[in-house]
């Protein structure tokens, strides 16, 4: 197995220095990184698709570290927040593009769980292309061999279980709640009555019809992914794109991912255990059960949650195990300094 499994890992680049990060990552034993290239706020580079993250104050913070990258012999694929976008300036001029809970508050005025989630709504074709934009933007700028969707979803109707709790006024069973429920904008609303006759806001939860105005709303983000990939694809063939999506036991119901659907190169299941109250284990069921549908996957492993060094050891053994084609870890910089040491022997293993 040695050298076709893939050994990645999220980077985030505020605040850091690229030279010495790169060495870092490099003598952990990860060959490919996905650096934050547009996080949640924004592009973290001088962008003429959409402002910039306020923090970044006009500077460049990818161009250094994908030069090193490169340097170094890493791939690197462009870790992309493409759906949240909390930004006070695009809020303000492009208000209508902003998601629409079934109450009818828009996410700018009252987002849900967390101030940061407010989020585009993947059903209108300028969000589409202000997207495809982004992603094109950044392959002229940067030589990258891939490009990375995250946040590609509506918001959670649903929360991982071990969140629910966290939230007032969130229900602890698996039921929708109208202020958690989105996306009801103009749009989607007029587009759904015309294709099915009936105003989502009518639709009683519960019912067969609302089973299919989930799928809708899936189909949404399916089509703005395929939209996004055909315009990165036509441009640039050889790239690969992936993307950062839920576990496939829960994507559709709980953020409205159907991925398998997507049609892309890769997929990192964020296999996030302790949100789900599971054990690491679970990692291994997860994979196997994305893998084993002949989906191309990336194990995505959290590791501030593990344990000791043979939960670590573990988790990447279920992800070799299971047919996946690489583990990508979450996220450099490691939170812990045991972590790296861990992570380094854990990645030498397999
Ligand atoms: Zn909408």
């Given at each position: ?39 949640v ?39 992309i927040v493409s759906l949240c976008y ?13 998601v ?7 996410c700018?005025?009252?987002?849900p769980?967390?101030?940061?989630y407010?989020w585009l709504c993947p059903s209108?074709?300028?969000v589409?292309?202000?997207l ?17 969707f995250d946040y590609i979803r509506l918001p959670d109707a649903l929360l991982p ?19 958690f429920?989105y996306c ?30 989930i799928?809708?709303r899936a189909g949404q983000v399916t089509e703005t992914v395929?939209?996004v ?14 993307a950062a999506v839920f576990p496939?036991?829960v994507a559709l119901r709980y953020v409205f991912q159907d991925w398998?659907?997507w049609?892309?190169?890769?997929y990192?299941p964020m ?80």
């Amino acid at each position: 197995m040695r050298g076709s499994f893939r050994k990645a890992c999220w980077v985030h680049l505020q605040g850091r220095d690229a030279r010495s990060d790169v060495e870092r990552i490099a003598r952990l034993g990860f060959e490919e990184v996905l650096p934050s290239v547009v996080a949640v706020g924004g592009p973290l580079y001088p962008s003429r698709v959409r402002p910039q993250h306020p923090q970044a104050g006009g500077r460049d913070l990818v161009g250094e570290f994908v030069k090193e990258a490169k340097r170094r012999g890493l791939r690197v694929h462009a870790w992309i927040v493409s759906l949240c976008y909390p930004n006070p300036a695009f809020e303000s001029s492009h208000r209508d593009w902003y998601v629409v809970n079934r109450l009818g508050v828009s996410c700018v005025d009252e987002p849900p769980y967390v101030p940061y989630y407010k989020w585009l709504c993947p059903s209108r074709p300028e969000v589409r292309d202000n997207l495809a934009e982004l992603f094109l933007e950044v392959t002229d700028r940067y030589e990258v061999d891939g490009l990375h969707f995250d946040y590609i979803r509506l918001p959670d109707a649903l929360l991982p279980k071990a969140l629910r709790r966290k939230y007032p006024g969130v229900p602890l069973e698996d039921v929708a709640k109208p202020e958690f429920d989105y996306c009801y904008c103009k749009v989607c609303r007029e587009r759904f009555a015309e294709e099915e006759g009936v105003d989502p806001v009518e639709i009683p939860y519960g019912s067969d019809l609302y089973e299919k105005w989930i799928a809708w709303r899936a189909g949404q983000v399916t089509e703005t992914v395929k939209h996004v990939a055909s315009r990165v694809k036509r441009a640039y063939p050889g790239l690969e794109v992936s993307a950062a999506v839920f576990p496939l036991s829960v994507a559709l119901r709980y953020v409205f991912q159907d991925w398998p659907s997507w049609g892309l190169d890769l997929y990192h299941p964020m296999l996030y255990h302790e949100f789900y109250e599971r054990s690491v284990e679970w990692i291994g069921e997860e994979a196997k059960a994305s893998a084993g549908r002949g989906l191309p996957v990336s194990v995505g492993v959290l590791a501030d949650f593990m344990k000791s060094y043979s939960e670590m050891e573990q988790a990447f053994r279920y992800a070799l195990e299971s047919g996946a084609r690489g583990v990508t870890v979450f996220a450099y910089p490691l939170p812990r300094p045991e972590l790296e040491e861990w992570v380094a022997k854990a990645l030498a293993g397999i």
